[in-house]
């Protein structure tokens, strides 16, 4: 009994789950205008491409420690997010609202 219990909360947990997951889409590149940014490129080129972002977060590792931020970008049905480290864009993803 119990097994089939773990069962049905472990698949009830994917269900759930994956309509959440679909709405996060990730890549190399976003485009803004006519400029493009792309993971590997400085905050400055991304600040000059954007403009000043909505929010900003700050990120951290496991242990506290700083581990660089997140830049927040509203758009009509979603939010860019542009991932900073070191000064450096390397990851830039998409949650559609």
Do not use: H, W
């Not at 954007?50 to 581990?67: I, K, S, V």
Request: net charge positive.
């Amino acid at each position: 009994m119990r097994l089939l219990t773990l069962v049905f909360v472990l698949i009830t947990g994917l269900i759930v789950a994956a309509p959440s997951q679909a709405r996060v889409s990730c890549s190399d590149t976003q485009r803004f205008g006519q400029s493009l940014v792309r993971v590997g490129d400085s905050e400055r080129k991304v600040i000059e491409a954007a403009g000043r972002p909505d929010l900003e977060r700050q990120l951290e590792n496991r242990q506290g420690g700083a581990a660089g931020y997140r830049m927040d970008y509203y758009t009509r049905e979603q939010t860019i997010q542009i991932y900073i480290s070191g000064g450096v864009v390397s990851r830039i993803c998409r949650v559609r609202d």
